[in-house]
């Protein structure tokens, strides 16, 4: 399966009934969550959980998401989500991709971008990130530039 860009992080999914609106596909809400899930699997992978964001009174927080829904999912269908770092400025903002995709078809069912910037926990201020942060998170980054040529 083609992913948009290299080396992806991927979460396998399979659609729950529970996942289903009145309109018999994933609700919107869903693949929020499923966002999510996998930008903590991801952080949580890079050895940056939720108990070393309270180590350092820092976390990243959404400051910004764009979903774009290309094509519903169904209850019972297996997919895989894939997530990017393509940016960390090293001071306070970082910026994932994520692709939605239905390996059955290899259709892409969602596109999305979520900007994160760093805050201080105890207090919800932005504060410049940890080098840790800037060195877990650039470590895996991907250029977009050099992905799309």
Do not use: K
Request: proline share 5%.
């Amino acid at each position: 399966m083609e992913w948009d860009l290299p080396r992806p992080y991927v979460l396998p999914i399979e659609v729950e009934v529970t996942a289903i609106d009145d309109y018999g596909h994933v609700n919107n809400i869903e693949y929020l969550r499923w966002i999510e899930a996998i930008s903590w699997q991801h952080s949580a992978e890079l050895g940056l959980d939720l108990a070393r964001y309270r180590e350092f009174d820092r976390g990243m927080a959404v400051h910004r998401h764009e979903l774009d829904y290309l094509a519903p999912a169904l209850v019972g269908e297996r997919l895989e989500l894939a997530t990017w770092i393509v940016a960390c400025d090293g001071r306070l903002t970082l910026t994932r991709r994520f692709q939605l995709r239905r390996p059955a078809d290899a259709r892409t069912l969602l596109r999305a971008r979520t900007r994160f910037a760093c805050i201080e926990l105890s207090s919800g201020r932005p504060r410049r990130m940890p080098a840790e942060y800037v060195t877990g998170y650039g470590s895996v980054l991907v250029d977009e530039e050099d992905a799309s040529r």
